[in-house]
Protein backbone atom coordinates (compact mmCIF):
# COMPACT_ATOMS: atom_id res chain seq x y z
CA UNK A 1 0.00 0.00 0.00
CA UNK A 2 1.36 3.33 -1.19
CA UNK A 3 0.79 6.42 0.87
CA UNK A 4 1.06 10.32 -0.12
CA UNK A 5 3.63 11.47 1.93
CA UNK A 6 2.58 15.20 1.14
CA UNK A 7 -1.18 15.51 0.47
CA UNK A 8 -2.16 18.21 -1.46
CA UNK A 9 -4.23 20.92 0.87
CA UNK A 10 -7.47 23.19 -0.31
CA UNK A 11 -5.70 26.46 -1.32
CA UNK A 12 -8.34 28.83 -2.28
CA UNK A 13 -11.89 28.72 -1.76
CA UNK A 14 -15.25 29.96 -3.71
CA UNK A 15 -17.95 30.88 -1.88
CA UNK A 16 -21.39 32.85 -3.18
CA UNK A 17 -22.66 34.53 -0.05
CA UNK A 18 -25.79 35.93 -1.44
CA UNK A 19 -27.32 36.34 -4.97
CA UNK A 20 -30.55 37.91 -6.53
CA UNK A 21 -32.10 41.34 -6.00
CA UNK A 22 -32.33 41.21 -2.43
CA UNK A 23 -27.61 41.25 -2.24
CA UNK A 24 -24.83 39.84 -4.10
CA UNK A 25 -21.48 39.12 -3.02
CA UNK A 26 -18.83 36.26 -3.54
CA UNK A 27 -15.66 35.31 -1.92
CA UNK A 28 -12.75 34.04 -3.37
CA UNK A 29 -9.46 33.31 -1.20
CA UNK A 30 -7.28 31.38 0.83
CA UNK A 31 -6.25 31.22 4.56
CA UNK A 32 -4.23 34.32 4.28
CA UNK A 33 -6.36 36.73 2.08
CA UNK A 34 -9.68 36.52 -0.29
CA UNK A 35 -11.16 39.05 -2.73
CA UNK A 36 -14.66 39.89 -2.99
CA UNK A 37 -16.76 40.42 -6.02
CA UNK A 38 -19.66 42.93 -4.96
CA UNK A 39 -20.87 44.19 -2.12
CA UNK A 40 -25.18 44.10 -1.92
CA UNK A 41 -25.40 43.11 1.58
CA UNK A 42 -24.25 43.91 5.15
CA UNK A 43 -21.14 44.24 6.41
CA UNK A 44 -21.84 42.72 10.05
CA UNK A 45 -23.42 39.82 7.60
CA UNK A 46 -20.67 39.30 5.47
CA UNK A 47 -18.29 38.89 8.68
CA UNK A 48 -21.03 36.03 9.72
CA UNK A 49 -21.27 34.41 7.08
CA UNK A 50 -17.06 34.65 6.47
CA UNK A 51 -16.49 33.25 9.72
CA UNK A 52 -18.67 30.35 9.90
CA UNK A 53 -16.62 28.99 7.07
CA UNK A 54 -13.22 30.00 9.33
CA UNK A 55 -12.18 33.12 7.18
CA UNK A 56 -11.63 36.48 8.98
CA UNK A 57 -12.69 39.10 7.25
CA UNK A 58 -9.49 41.33 7.72
CA UNK A 59 -8.13 38.94 5.51
CA UNK A 60 -9.97 40.83 2.77
CA UNK A 61 -7.31 42.96 0.33
CA UNK A 62 -9.73 43.79 -2.75
CA UNK A 63 -12.97 44.47 -3.33
CA UNK A 64 -14.45 43.89 -7.08
CA UNK A 65 -17.70 45.67 -8.37
CA UNK A 66 -19.55 44.57 -11.33
CA UNK A 67 -21.89 47.66 -11.41
CA UNK A 68 -23.66 50.42 -9.50
CA UNK A 69 -27.40 49.05 -8.67
CA UNK A 70 -27.84 49.03 -5.01
CA UNK A 71 -27.90 44.92 -5.04
CA UNK A 72 -24.50 45.18 -5.98
CA UNK A 73 -23.08 47.94 -4.20
CA UNK A 74 -25.11 48.89 -0.37
CA UNK A 75 -22.34 48.51 1.70
CA UNK A 76 -18.79 48.99 -0.29
CA UNK A 77 -18.38 52.44 1.28
CA UNK A 78 -18.47 52.30 4.89
CA UNK A 79 -16.89 48.47 3.97
CA UNK A 80 -13.99 50.02 2.14
CA UNK A 81 -13.69 53.01 4.75
CA UNK A 82 -14.13 51.06 7.45
CA UNK A 83 -11.41 47.98 6.26
CA UNK A 84 -9.09 50.66 4.31
CA UNK A 85 -9.88 48.20 1.34
CA UNK A 86 -9.38 49.01 -2.10
CA UNK A 87 -11.88 49.19 -4.50
CA UNK A 88 -11.63 47.51 -8.04
CA UNK A 89 -14.16 48.74 -11.06
CA UNK A 90 -13.98 50.94 -13.88
CA UNK A 91 -13.94 54.68 -13.91
CA UNK A 92 -17.44 54.96 -15.01
CA UNK A 93 -18.80 52.21 -11.99
CA UNK A 94 -17.51 54.48 -9.72
CA UNK A 95 -19.04 57.61 -10.56
CA UNK A 96 -22.08 55.83 -10.66
CA UNK A 97 -21.42 54.28 -7.28
CA UNK A 98 -20.94 58.12 -6.30
CA UNK A 99 -24.19 58.95 -7.41
CA UNK A 100 -26.17 56.02 -6.12
CA UNK A 101 -28.83 56.98 -3.35
CA UNK A 102 -28.84 53.59 -2.22
CA UNK A 103 -24.93 53.37 -1.16
CA UNK A 104 -24.87 53.91 3.03
CA UNK A 105 -21.58 55.91 2.29
CA UNK A 106 -19.00 57.10 -0.46
CA UNK A 107 -15.89 55.26 -1.09
CA UNK A 108 -13.74 58.08 0.41
CA UNK A 109 -9.80 57.29 -0.08
CA UNK A 110 -9.93 53.76 -1.81
CA UNK A 111 -11.01 53.76 -5.45
CA UNK A 112 -9.07 51.85 -7.55
CA UNK A 113 -9.82 52.63 -11.43
CA UNK A 114 -9.30 49.38 -13.85
CA UNK A 115 -10.56 49.33 -17.70
CA UNK A 116 -12.40 46.72 -19.10
CA UNK A 117 -9.85 44.20 -20.81
CA UNK A 118 -6.73 45.12 -19.42
CA UNK A 119 -5.66 42.60 -16.78
CA UNK A 120 -4.91 43.57 -13.39
CA UNK A 121 -3.38 41.57 -10.69
CA UNK A 122 -4.14 41.01 -6.79
CA UNK A 123 -2.26 39.01 -4.85
CA UNK A 124 -2.16 35.45 -6.77
CA UNK A 125 -5.45 36.47 -8.96
CA UNK A 126 -4.90 37.92 -12.72
CA UNK A 127 -7.92 39.45 -13.37
CA UNK A 128 -10.07 41.14 -16.19
CA UNK A 129 -13.16 42.79 -16.22
CA UNK A 130 -14.88 42.55 -19.88
CA UNK A 131 -18.16 44.81 -21.28
CA UNK A 132 -21.76 42.51 -19.75
CA UNK A 133 -24.78 44.56 -21.22
CA UNK A 134 -27.27 45.67 -18.62
CA UNK A 135 -29.38 49.02 -18.53
CA UNK A 136 -27.02 50.65 -15.99
CA UNK A 137 -24.01 53.11 -16.86
CA UNK A 138 -21.96 50.18 -16.88
CA UNK A 139 -22.04 46.54 -16.30
CA UNK A 140 -19.04 44.11 -16.05
CA UNK A 141 -18.28 40.57 -15.70
CA UNK A 142 -15.10 39.47 -14.68
CA UNK A 143 -11.88 36.54 -15.77
CA UNK A 144 -10.24 35.69 -12.59
CA UNK A 145 -7.18 33.18 -13.48
CA UNK A 146 -5.06 31.88 -10.49
CA UNK A 147 -2.81 28.66 -9.68
CA UNK A 148 -4.33 26.94 -13.14
CA UNK A 149 -7.72 27.88 -12.27
CA UNK A 150 -9.72 30.34 -14.51
CA UNK A 151 -13.21 31.74 -12.62
CA UNK A 152 -15.68 33.72 -15.03
CA UNK A 153 -18.05 35.74 -13.44
CA UNK A 154 -21.54 37.06 -15.41
CA UNK A 155 -24.25 38.67 -13.66
CA UNK A 156 -26.93 41.22 -14.84
CA UNK A 157 -26.64 39.79 -18.42
CA UNK A 158 -28.41 41.78 -20.65
CA UNK A 159 -27.91 39.33 -23.87
CA UNK A 160 -25.02 37.12 -25.06
CA UNK A 161 -22.17 39.16 -26.93
CA UNK A 162 -18.90 37.96 -28.69
CA UNK A 163 -17.11 39.37 -25.69
CA UNK A 164 -19.71 37.27 -23.13
CA UNK A 165 -18.40 34.03 -25.60
CA UNK A 166 -15.05 35.12 -25.50
CA UNK A 167 -14.37 35.29 -21.54
CA UNK A 168 -16.95 32.36 -20.67
CA UNK A 169 -15.53 30.22 -23.11
CA UNK A 170 -12.12 30.36 -20.98
CA UNK A 171 -13.86 29.50 -17.45
CA UNK A 172 -13.18 25.99 -15.87
CA UNK A 173 -15.79 26.91 -12.63
CA UNK A 174 -18.58 29.50 -14.58
CA UNK A 175 -20.88 31.72 -12.33
CA UNK A 176 -24.11 32.53 -15.17
CA UNK A 177 -27.05 34.30 -14.69
CA UNK A 178 -30.51 32.20 -15.14
CA UNK A 179 -32.75 34.88 -13.92
CA UNK A 180 -35.95 34.08 -15.08
CA UNK A 181 -38.05 31.42 -16.29
CA UNK A 182 -39.85 32.73 -19.85
CA UNK A 183 -43.30 31.48 -18.96
CA UNK A 184 -43.81 32.74 -14.94
CA UNK A 185 -42.36 36.14 -16.03
CA UNK A 186 -44.98 35.93 -19.08
CA UNK A 187 -48.27 35.39 -16.97
CA UNK A 188 -46.79 36.58 -14.21
CA UNK A 189 -47.79 39.37 -11.77
CA UNK A 190 -45.29 41.91 -12.98
CA UNK A 191 -46.25 45.10 -15.10
CA UNK A 192 -45.93 45.41 -18.79
CA UNK A 193 -42.99 47.74 -18.62
CA UNK A 194 -41.14 45.61 -16.22
CA UNK A 195 -41.91 42.17 -18.19
CA UNK A 196 -40.22 44.49 -21.41
CA UNK A 197 -37.43 46.02 -19.61
CA UNK A 198 -35.90 42.27 -18.42
CA UNK A 199 -36.57 40.86 -22.04
CA UNK A 200 -34.89 44.09 -23.70
CA UNK A 201 -31.91 42.38 -24.08
CA UNK A 202 -30.39 45.06 -21.38
CA UNK A 203 -32.28 43.60 -18.14
CA UNK A 204 -31.50 40.00 -17.72
CA UNK A 205 -31.25 36.59 -19.02
CA UNK A 206 -34.02 33.39 -18.94
CA UNK A 207 -33.09 30.19 -17.92
CA UNK A 208 -33.69 28.98 -21.33
CA UNK A 209 -31.19 31.38 -23.27
CA UNK A 210 -28.64 30.51 -20.45
CA UNK A 211 -28.58 26.75 -20.81
CA UNK A 212 -28.25 27.53 -24.66
CA UNK A 213 -25.54 29.96 -24.29
CA UNK A 214 -23.29 27.65 -21.88
CA UNK A 215 -24.28 24.21 -23.94
CA UNK A 216 -22.95 26.21 -26.76
CA UNK A 217 -19.33 26.80 -25.11
CA UNK A 218 -19.13 23.78 -23.46
CA UNK A 219 -15.41 21.79 -23.76
CA UNK A 220 -14.34 19.21 -21.10
CA UNK A 221 -12.41 22.27 -19.52
CA UNK A 222 -15.57 23.19 -17.86
CA UNK A 223 -15.49 21.71 -14.89
CA UNK A 224 -18.38 23.76 -12.63
CA UNK A 225 -21.22 25.63 -13.65
CA UNK A 226 -23.14 27.82 -10.73
CA UNK A 227 -26.92 29.62 -11.77
CA UNK A 228 -26.84 32.87 -10.27
CA UNK A 229 -29.10 35.52 -9.47
CA UNK A 230 -32.35 33.53 -9.63
CA UNK A 231 -35.53 36.04 -9.64
CA UNK A 232 -37.36 35.47 -6.52
CA UNK A 233 -40.90 36.07 -8.10
CA UNK A 234 -40.65 34.92 -12.02
CA UNK A 235 -38.24 31.68 -11.30
CA UNK A 236 -37.57 28.30 -8.62
CA UNK A 237 -34.21 26.41 -8.09
CA UNK A 238 -35.28 23.22 -9.58
CA UNK A 239 -37.15 25.22 -12.62
CA UNK A 240 -33.60 27.01 -13.43
CA UNK A 241 -31.79 23.77 -12.52
CA UNK A 242 -34.16 21.18 -15.11
CA UNK A 243 -34.39 24.44 -17.82
CA UNK A 244 -30.24 24.07 -18.00
CA UNK A 245 -30.00 20.02 -17.36
CA UNK A 246 -32.24 19.74 -20.43
CA UNK A 247 -30.71 22.63 -23.08
CA UNK A 248 -27.46 20.74 -22.01
CA UNK A 249 -28.70 17.31 -22.54
CA UNK A 250 -29.66 18.10 -25.91
CA UNK A 251 -26.14 18.47 -27.03
CA UNK A 252 -25.28 15.58 -25.70
CA UNK A 253 -23.32 16.68 -22.30
CA UNK A 254 -24.81 15.30 -18.91
CA UNK A 255 -24.80 17.22 -15.68
CA UNK A 256 -22.82 14.87 -13.46
CA UNK A 257 -21.30 13.03 -15.85
CA UNK A 258 -19.39 16.04 -18.38
CA UNK A 259 -19.77 18.55 -15.54
CA UNK A 260 -21.46 19.75 -12.22
CA UNK A 261 -24.31 22.10 -11.89
CA UNK A 262 -25.91 24.09 -8.81
CA UNK A 263 -28.23 26.80 -8.44
CA UNK A 264 -27.19 29.58 -5.84
CA UNK A 265 -29.42 30.54 -2.91
CA UNK A 266 -30.70 33.89 -2.46
CA UNK A 267 -29.63 36.00 1.00
CA UNK A 268 -28.15 33.18 2.08
CA UNK A 269 -24.18 31.57 1.27
CA UNK A 270 -24.54 28.55 -1.22
CA UNK A 271 -22.18 27.13 -3.06
CA UNK A 272 -18.33 26.22 -1.81
CA UNK A 273 -15.76 25.61 -4.11
CA UNK A 274 -12.41 24.00 -2.67
CA UNK A 275 -9.41 24.36 -5.20
Given at each position: ??????????????????????????????????????????????????????????????????????????????????????????????????????????????????????????????????????????????????????????????????????????????????????????????????????????GHISNRLSGDFIASI??????????????????????????????????????????????????????????
Amino acid sequence: MQFDLFPKTTKYKLISLSSGSNGNCYYLGTSEYGILIDVGIGFRTIKKYLREYGIAIETIVGVLITHDHADHIKTVGSFANKMNIPVYTTETVHAGIDRCHYVESCVISSKRIISKEIPFTIKDFQITAFEVPHDTIENVGYQIVFDNNTVVLLTDVGRITDTIVKYASTANHLIMEANYDEEMLRFGRYPEYLKKRITSGMGHISNRLSGDFIASIYTPQLEEIWLCHLSNDNNRPEIAYRTVESCLEKEGIYVGNHVKLQTLSRGKPSGLKEF
